[in-house]
């Protein structure tokens, strides 16, 4: 069973819904201690970094101890940024920190060629296997909304270019994390999806 | 790169697509939920669905047209139409929606902007301006095209990112279902003017409608009614054609 952490940071709907799509049994634990038994565990969440500052008590250190026993985890959007150690949108508020970084706000064009939010479909730049984007093609297009974005690192995946370089998608170990929304990504999307449900299965 | 979208909206009343002309004698077009379905299966990049008439008749979108809309949908979906409050929004979001778009509201109550892009993140609120040609410049207009604002549109889109808003859903009264094309010199007065992206409505009737407000019209994306509903256009024919003269498409 997924464990698909509600911490209020926007709706989950659309995540229930592609999770489904892919095959996965999944619930909403109710608190940390819940996590004890689930054999994956999905952060998602959008808006400001400042939200995962609900996930500071428990969830934190609970999903810290999941991951150490080797269960896999995915951070999506905003819940990908909470994976990295600090964001300047919310410099207060502690990320898991798994990933080294800090998430830096992305920057709009002077001529308007380039807008911030970055909404919209942008290509993947794959670069290397991950079992996360297996069977996605070099320059496949998934949905992106956000302002803020991680820097570039030995955890990258596949990148993304918006005015600067990104990283769309990171793999170290069990622990995922994708910038775009899988859930709102068409068929791409949902094959990255079944790609974490079978790593649940495989862990 | 960042490909230009292609968004279909839904104009709902009743419970059922309609479409109008300049905001008027609406027509129906078919069941929400199936055009969905269409429109995921035939590569559409977006949804929005709009309550044409619920502002004026001060009724929210009904959530049970978003919930089967937003089952049929692995892609975006905004929702407008008598979205007021808080609570209003909330419940587009529960039932479904990623984006929830606001116009007479945020016209009245900038700070409802703000308060939503709190609360959801600026990539969940759109500003919706309905705009017409008067008086040497581009008046807007609330509830429905009705009444005017006595405000410019390119201002009002300038304070309402200031406010928080994420996107700008531009709408042309003028060429709104006359399939005369974009108006593109607002379109680009608005996007040369805000940092966000800015969708463009209203006249779509051919492929090179399309590449002209990309183009000229400088738009980020570019939404359609009728042009898609009634299958003149598949919307895979109109992505070749785009990306045959160099716009970037999903495809």
Sequence with gaps: MIALVDYGAGNLASVRKGLAAAGARFH????????????????????????????????????????????????????????????????????????????????????????????????????????????????????????????????????????????????????????FHPEKSGDAGLRILRNFVACCRNA | MLSKRLIACLDIRDGCVVKGVNFEGLREAGDPAALARRYNAEGIDELVILDVTATVEARRAIDATIQAVAHELFIPLAVGGGIRSEADAAAAFDAGADKVSLNSAALADRSLLTRLAARYGSQAVVVAIDAKRARGRFEVFARSGRVSSGRDAVEWAVEAERCGAGEVLLTSIDRDGTRAGFDCE??????????????????????????????????????????????????????????????????
């Design chain 2, 186 to 251: 607002m379109t680009a007065a608005v996007a040369s003017a805000v940092s966000i992206p800015v969708i463009a409505s209203g006249g779509a009737g051919t492929f090179e409608h399309f590449h002209e407000v990309f183009t000229t019209g400088r738009a980020d994306a570019a939404l359609a009614a009728s042009v898609f509903h009634f299958s003149e256009h598949a919307v895979l024919d109109l992505k070749q054609f785009l990306w045959g003269k160099g716009i970037p498409v999903r495809c």
């Design chain 1, 28 to 179: 909403a634990p109710a608190g940390p201690a819940d996590l004890d038994a689930s054999t994956g565990i999905v952060v998602p969440g959008v808006g400001n970094f400042a939200a995962a500052s609900a996930l500071a008590s428990g969830w934190r250190s609970a999903i810290a101890d999941r991951v150490a026993a080797g269960v896999p985890l995915l951070g999506v959007c905003l819940g990908m940024q909470w994976l990295f150690e600090t964001s300047a949108e919310a410099p207060g508020v502690a990320g898991l920190g798994i990933m080294k970084g800090t998430i830096a706000r992305m920057e709009a064009a002077s001529d308007r060629t380039i807008k911030i939010p970055h909404v919209g479909w942008n290509s993947l730049s794959i670069v290397r296997p991950s079992r996360i984007l297996e069977g996605i093609d070099e320059g496949a297009q998934v949905y992106f909304t956000h302002s803020f974005a991680a820097p570039v690192t030995d955890d990258t995946v596949a990148t993304c270019e918006h005015g600067s370089t990104f990283s769309a998608a990171v793999e170290l170990e069990r622990v995922f994390g994708v910038q």
